[in-house]
């Protein structure tokens, strides 16, 4: 409570002095700046010049929506969803594609610290966000494993003029949200700085509320994020990031008799990275990056009189450093990296840590030719000291047919190796006594049982174990256009297609006693395809943006099974029939239509913004005994989401908005558990220059 | 009467291997299906090789023929002819008992999570009499999601001793697409494991699936169990619904089925 006393006085009373000096607000004169992106090609590139599918989140469009952290901004983009994980964070579908084949980086670096394969994305901030990338489809060639979905980038404030800007925000809303953060940005040539503190605070929610849990339970966490750069000659260029975060939050569950236990769960996250540039001519330069992760969460468990029922941990690192060399002409740019990665993971449930080592090279070719027809080719190499290694490609075309009409085509691969507890998990279930090994341990530790007297019976030829997994890969072809019809109306379009095999799932391979033992298996193979449609306009007053995916997704093998005939459905009593091949839906939690509309009405002190979203019906689980999504199982209806907010200026620097999330209040509490019912917010930001 | 119709019927099955046998050479017209040069027996239209006998309408003794020449009647005896309409075996195993029996026990078992050891009391079954049986002479018998057949051997301590010549196996199709047994098929439990692969739901290859969000165990769509019974009739099965109306035990183990027996050795359904 001291806490939020502090945080008060810190915020109110700045938010009642006035301040004499009177500085225009930057972002108005830089209006002319062209939007640029630099995760499409590891360098600075206008966005309307790259030939991959690619969306900016700009800091007013994160303003507007209120958001604290990634996952509220990120979900209003076209063809995004976020779902919940098995642990209850969220993670990203991009294109159909599962939230565990996506990468995300905080300035350029990338995030650690998986759970069951998805990055949550509730652990970043965006209260200190210039803006955010979103790079669709493939893209192994620049970034190397898990980069199949697309690749998020989320850069963080800078200024880029000589000055210093003071920002404060507080964010108050429902469930007892609390969201400070302050930060400070300072140029002065040589020297650039920023920093910035956030602090989130939340009691969670409750959708069911007859049974003993909360849906989310309380927690707290708070984010630092430092920034800097020192030109130390004019040739010479040193950056930095330093971030922290750390959240700790109830852990709750039940016993085997319905008993309410009761714990702590905590993360702490460091990521570091520095970079030194050397411009060793007008045409030439040559990077050093050295970037360093660490992710450890702890959590436990009490029983009611105070005895430990239930402890883990799970301890990540990673290093990485990484030499990058450039040279650019006129109407060629040429980029070449190498570096090394080692990756260590220790966690409940391992017999040891666990190492992985990584040395990759990549060259990247991006050229102009005709003036019009930009082509870029990347190509990288993954070497695994103790694993498979790979080549990724991607080939980029653009044409420039006018100024204003982009056509682009790129095909790209992408790869993701099996993760360490596919390869390393040695767990048993305490509740329900099931094992799951991993690969890389499976044929030992079954030996050893075998040997130990327990009754081993298994349902395949143990050799089948002794080759290693392969890497799920995917190849990703995206098609589209981009036309700027003239300087209030734009509009893309975008066809995509990803087919991702030897994707890695758990099957049965023995028992002990009657007790099931799982490992990991490559075996599915899908498909995504559809097609994404976005547009704006805007006039001086208002601002219109709308989008809209559709999408088919599906599993080749069950889509098959289909055709031959080989798939039954149970009727509501219990009595199977055969099914079509045109009864298959697809994939489960992939609806074929979604969109979204946003409108925004600016005055000169004061902004109104509405936006929906829809996503239309779609399957979680299969209801009618077959295991896959046919036209005769439960869905999800469909729905829109709605949320309004309101903005004001009350000085030069001070500004206060007022929003509400859910205004339709939809919920839907046994099957969507990261959408709670209507949310209120209040957010005051000062700003100082 | 009882032994008389047993001994009937393992004649017929007798009568009904040897066609078997006899069907990869040619069989010279006039064999009768009972193999007997120009004799009376005939295949009824269950396929049942049905022969004439004579019937002591007193003491009710029977007399299977191989020959009806020559045959010399008592005052109490009848002569019998296979396609009589007095015959009461003519055509009788394609008379199909079809049923659904509803919420059969079998939930009294428990799963040790330590050892993975389960116990409890098998629930035995009979299809001809359509109900629960204490004695030997059941058919399939059940506990939690473990499916035995009176058949083979048994491959844990728990269970019921196997003291006839039941078989199983898993069929893919519907009820009504499943019209004939597929001899070949059927398997009996042996000492590793019964032949319904007693998998928890994990596999996809027993009779059910589980959910690990949910716990909840559903009959896998399209998966037809197809018996021989311990009486050497055929019988197949649908399981609806592992749990009891309204619910009251979030482990199941109550058996709602549907099935169709036949009335003796035919393999058509």
């Known amino acids: 409570m001291r806490f939020l006393k502090l945080l008060f006085i810190l915020f109110i009373i700045p938010y009642f002095r006035i301040y004499a000096q009177d500085i225009e607000d930057t972002s108005i004169i830089k209006l002319e700046v062209k939007e640029v992106t630099i995760t499409a090609t590891k360098k600075e590139k206008e966005i309307q010049k790259v030939p991959f599918p690619v969306s900016i989140i700009d800091s007013k469009k994160i303003s507007s929506t209120g958001s604290s952290t990634l996952d509220q901004v990120i979900k209003n983009e076209t063809g995004i969803i976020t779902v919940p994980t098995r642990t209850g964070t969220e993670g990203v579908q991009i294109q159909g594609v599962d939230a565990s084949y996506t990468t995300v980086l905080i300035d350029g670096y990338p995030l650690i610290g998986r759970s069951f394969g998805t990055l949550n994305l509730q652990r970043v901030s965006v209260n200190d966000v210039k803006r955010i990338e979103l790079l669709k489809g493939a893209s192994s060639s620049l970034y190397g494993s898990s980069a199949i979905g697309g690749v998020i980038n989320v850069i963080s404030n800078r200024l880029s003029e000589d000055g210093k800007r003071f920002t404060g925000k507080l964010k108050l809303g429902s469930y007892n949200t609390v969201n400070p953060n302050l930060s400070y940005q300072f140029k002065k040539d040589p020297f650039r700085f920023s920093t910035s503190l956030d602090y989130y605070e939340t009691s969670g929610y409750d959708l069911i509320k007859t049974d003993m849990l909360k849906t989310v339970n309380p927690f707290y966490n708070y984010t630092s994020h430092s920034n800097l750069g020192l030109s130390l000659s004019k040739k010479l260029i040193l950056e930095g990031t330093l971030r922290y975060y750390y959240q700790n939050q109830l852990n709750t569950s039940l016993s085997l008799d319905d008993e309410k236990l009761e714990g702590e769960s905590t993360i702490k996250e460091w990521n570091a990275g520095y970079t030194l540039k050397y411009m060793i001519n007008n045409n030439l330069s040559q990077e050093i990056n050295i970037y360093g992760a660490y992710y450890r969460t702890d959590e436990f468990l009490e029983d009611l009189s105070n005895n430990l029922y239930d402890q883990k941990y799970f301890d990540n690192s990673l290093v990485c450093p990484e030499l990058i060399t450039r040279y650019n002409r006129k109407n060629i740019d040429v980029m070449f990296g190498v570096g090394s990665e080692n990756e260590k993971l220790a966690r409940t449930d391992f017999l040891e840590t666990k190492e992985q080592k990584l040395n990759f090279t990549y060259g990247q070719i991006d050229v102009r030719v005709f003036k019009f027809i930009n082509l870029i080719l990347g190509s990288r190499f993954d070497n695994y000291t103790n694993y498979d290694s790979h080549f990724s490609n991607k080939l980029g075309i653009g044409l420039n047919l006018s100024k204003a009409l982009l056509v682009n085509g790129s095909v790209g691969s992408g790869f993701k190796t099996p993760d360490f507890r596919q390869r390393y998990f040695d767990f048993t279930s305490s509740t329900f006594g099931y094992t799951v090994l991993g690969r890389d341990v499976v044929l030992e530790e079954l030996t050893n049982m075998q040997e130990e007297g327990l009754i081993v019976n298994t349902f395949i030829p143990l050799e089948s174990l002794n080759t290693p997994l392969s890497a799920e890969k995917s190849t990703n072809i995206n098609l589209g256009l981009r036309y700027n019809l003239s300087a209030k109306l734009n509009f893309d379009i975008n066809f995509f297609k990803n087919k991702i095999y030897n994707l890695i799932e758990t099957q049965l391979i023995a028992n002990i006693n009657a007790l099931p033992v799982f490992s990991y298996f490559n075996v599915n193979q899908v498909e995504t395809r559809g097609l994404e449609f976005n547009t704006k306009w805007n006039s001086n007053k208002w601002e219109i943006k709308t989008g809209y995916q559709l999408l088919y997704a599906f599993d080749s093998e069950v889509k098959e099974s289909f055709s031959n005939g080989e798939i039954y459905a149970k009727d509501e009593n219990g009595i199977s029939f055969q099914l079509e091949k045109s009864d298959y839906i697809g994939l489960f939690n992939r609806s074929k239509h979604m969109g979204n509309l946003q409108i925004s009405h600016i005055n000169k002190n004061s902004t109104y913004n509405i936006s929906f979203r829809y996503r239309s019906k779609y399957g979680l689980s299969d209801s009618n005994g077959n295991e896959v999504f046919d036209k005769y199982d439960n869905f999800i209806k469909d729905y829109t989401l709605c949320d309004i907010s309101y903005i004001t200026k009350i000085t030069k620097h001070q500004s206060a908005q007022l929003g509400i999330d859910n205004l339709f209040n939809f919920t839907y509490p046994q099957y969507i558990s990261n959408t709670p019912g209507r949310r209120y917010y209040l957010i005051l930001k000062f700003n100082i220059k | ?269």
């Open chain 2, 1 to 269: 009467m009882k032994q008389i119709f047993n001994i009937l019927i393992i004649m017929t099955l007798i009568a009904g291997l040897n066609s078997c046998k006899k069907d990869d050479t040619p069989v010279p017209s006039n064999l009768d299906c009972n193999q007997i040069a120009n004799g009376p027996a005939m295949l009824d239209s269950c396929g049942v090789c049905q022969q004439a006998y004579i019937y002591d309408y007193v003491s009710h003794a029977f007399e299977m023929l191989d020959d009806t020449n020559n045959v010399q009647l008592d005052p109490t005896e009848m002569l019998i002819m296979p396609d009589s309409p007095s015959n009461p075996y003519w055509n009788n195993s394609c008379v199909l008992t079809i049923g659904t029996f509803t919420e059969l026990d079998a939930s009294n078992y428990t799963v040790d999570p330590n050892n993975g050891t389960l116990s409890g009391n098998f629930v035995k079954f009979n299809f001809s009499s359509e109900s629960v049986v204490n004695g030997d002479n059941w058919d399939v018998a059940f506990r939690g999601t473990t499916i035995i057949i009176n058949g083979g051997e048994s491959s844990n301590i728990d269970q019921p001793n196997r003291t006839a010549n039941a078989a199983v196996y898993i069929a893919d199709g519907t009820m009504e697409s499943i019209t004939e047994v597929d001899v070949a098929s059927l398997l009996q439990d042996d000492s590793t494991s019964p032949a319904i692969p007693d998998d928890f739901g994990f596999t996809g290859t027993g009779w059910c699936t589980y959910n690990q969000i949910t716990h909840i165990i559903s009959p896998i769509a399209g998966k037809i169990l197809v018996f021989r019974t311990h009486d050497n009739k055929y019988a197949k099965m649908e399981i609806l619904n592992f749990y009891d109306t309204p619910m009251t035990s979030p482990y199941g183990g109550f058996f709602t089925f549907n099935y169709v027996l036949t009335g003796g050795a035919t393999t058509l359904f």
